[in-house]
């Protein structure tokens, strides 16, 4: 396709709500793996073995550190980032409502920590996801690499990414900003 013909057709992006309209119509079901990324759906991989006990894992040691006064544990649900964007990240700590966002998915603003895992989806969440969570004012996100057993901690968000990223070193005493006093050990992650 000519330069001049591409010009005549634009992609159209969804909007968050679209996206949602979508879901309550039965055009994208529950089992649809999807996210909505930059007004694009994008399809994202099964969770195979190793990510899902990954995940469980890390959401029951984080059930143990904390309590529901502190913060509440979402795995693997919508968190509404911008008009055009709704990931579902692996784990979320949000800031404690009474309704645990039944009225609605959790806003920018409701989120203390983010968690993604990635077994396939390395480079996805790294250089896709974790840039949108940066700009959207996440303060702090982990990324949980399963392949290169290294858990990354991303903090200090802006409009270019996260200006501090550094590797754990010791995964039995990691202290999420949001929580410093609540030690949260998640040792034989690996």
Known sequence: ??????????????SADDYEHMGQANI??????????????????PIGSPHGGAV?????????????????????????????????????LLRPRADFYAKRHPRPEDVLLLIEVAETSLRYDRDKKLPLYACA???ESWLVDL??????????????GYASVSQARDLS?????????????????F
């Open 173 to 189: 005493a990691l202290l999420p900003l949001c929580l410093p006093e609540a030690a949260l050990d998640l040792s034989g992650l």
């Open 56 to 92: 469980n894992r890390i959401a029951n040691r984080i059930i143990r550190a904390f309590s529901e006064t502190d913060a509440i544990l979402a795995t693997q649900n919508p968190l509404r980032l911008s008009d055009f964007s709704e990931p579902e990240p692996d784990i979320a």
């Open 137 to 139: 004012g996440i303060p």
């Open 28 to 45: 994208l079901g529950e089992d649809d793996r999807v996210e909505l990324i930059d007004g694009e759906i994008i399809d994202i991989p």
């Open 147 to 160: 392949s290169g057993t290294a858990l990354w901690i991303y903090r200090d968000p802006g409009p270019k």
């Open 1 to 14: 396709m000519s330069a001049t013909a591409e010009a005549l057709y634009h992609r159209h992006r969804l």
